[in-house]
């Protein structure tokens, strides 16, 4: 069984960050979206990763129907490796040009934008580039462990960091020293990108809000640091367009600013929950909930 269950997640892997958006550079974009959407309904193909999600949703959420929550949260899944190939491959413009925002985008100028694991949201930088915003990211390279273990996601880790330095060059900061570097961007021109529900790392200092009705932890940095700052910052999401297009729209609301972490860290716990409530197969990290709300 679990030499079956190795080759599966190989197979699924090798579809998922390989053969799929390598089949997608080729096509015209909205034929790619259209093989995505097929591939979405099919029910062996991501099977265990769309139950461990499904799962996990439940324990938080009222997910809905469970097959059409998976073939969303495999959307989302496919999009993301689909729309990195693109974008190295020459296609930015056609990936660009699926997504619609609320707001002129360059509303985010100067200021830092907060976001989450949330959508197929992997052009969000060649959006701000493209714009003229001089983007900044903490990123986190891709471990070498994973490579002995799943390769193909392992290539897609790394086809990523590619991606990040070479749309940011020096506005990426590796996590690690990523506070010391967020301080220092924070002051510079160029709109600074932070993502805010991953699980703080053990030991590090956290801040706690409710999320979905139950006390969720986050890292406590970044909050210090833009209370600190007194800059000002804006919530978005890049998010699957409700219409079953797999287009996407960027969602910005703000500016805001606050002189209390907690404060902040309620309005941006507020924002999440929002966003998990109206449709919950979007976030993509369901299978850290059990840390994010311990």
């Given at each position: 069984?679990?030499?079956?269950n ?5 197979v ?5 960050y ?8 080729l ?5 790619s979206r259209?093989l ?6 099919w029910?062996?193909f ?30 989302v ?19 660009l040009?699926?997504n ?7 509303v ?19 959006l ?18 994973i490579?002995?273990i799943?390769?193909?996601?392992y ?17 990426a ?8 570097g ?5 002051d510079q021109?160029g ?26 932890a ?13 800059k000002?910052?804006m919530?978005?999401?890049?998010s ?10 960027l ?11 907690q ?15 109206s ?16």
């Amino acid at each position: 069984m679990q030499a079956w269950n190795s080759i599966t997640r190989q197979v699924n892997d090798c579809l998922l960050y390989l053969l799929v958006p390598g089949l997608s550079v080729l096509l015209p974009s909205a034929w790619s979206r259209s093989l995505l959407a097929r591939l979405s309904r099919w029910g062996w193909f991501l099977e265990k990763n769309a139950d461990v999600a499904w799962i996990m949703a439940r324990q938080f959420v009222d997910p809905g129907d469970e097959r059409m929550w998976k073939s969303r949260w495999k959307q989302v899944e496919l999009l993301e490796p689909r729309d990195l190939y693109m974008m190295l491959c020459g296609r930015s413009r056609a990936v660009l040009a699926e997504n619609d925002c609320n707001v002129p985008i360059e509303v985010v100028k100067d200021r830092v934008i907060i976001g989450m694991h949330w959508g197929p949201s992997i052009s969000i930088l060649k959006l701000l580039q493209a714009a003229g915003m001089n983007p900044a990211l903490p990123y986190r390279p891709p471990q070498k462990k994973i490579l002995r273990i799943r390769p193909f996601y392992y290539l897609f880790l790394t086809m990523a960091t590619r991606y990040i330095l070479k749309t940011l060059n020096e506005r990426a900061v590796p996590v690690g020293g990523a506070s010391k570097g967020l301080r220092a961007m924070i002051d510079q021109p160029g709109s600074v990108i932070v993502v805010m529900d991953a699980p703080p790392m053990e030991g590090r200092p956290v801040i706690r809000s409710p999320v979905l009705g139950k006390n969720a932890a986050f890292n406590a940095g970044f909050p210090t640091i833009l209370v600190d700052k007194r800059k000002e910052y804006m919530f978005y999401a890049l998010s699957l367009h409700p219409d079953g297009s797999l287009r996407k729209k960027l969602e910005l609301q703000g500016p805001f600013r606050s002189d209390n972490a907690q404060a902040f860290l309620q309005d941006y716990a507020g924002f999440l929950d929002r966003h998990l409530s109206s449709d919950p197969a979007q976030w993509r990290i369901w299978h850290a909930a059990g840390q994010f709300w311990s």
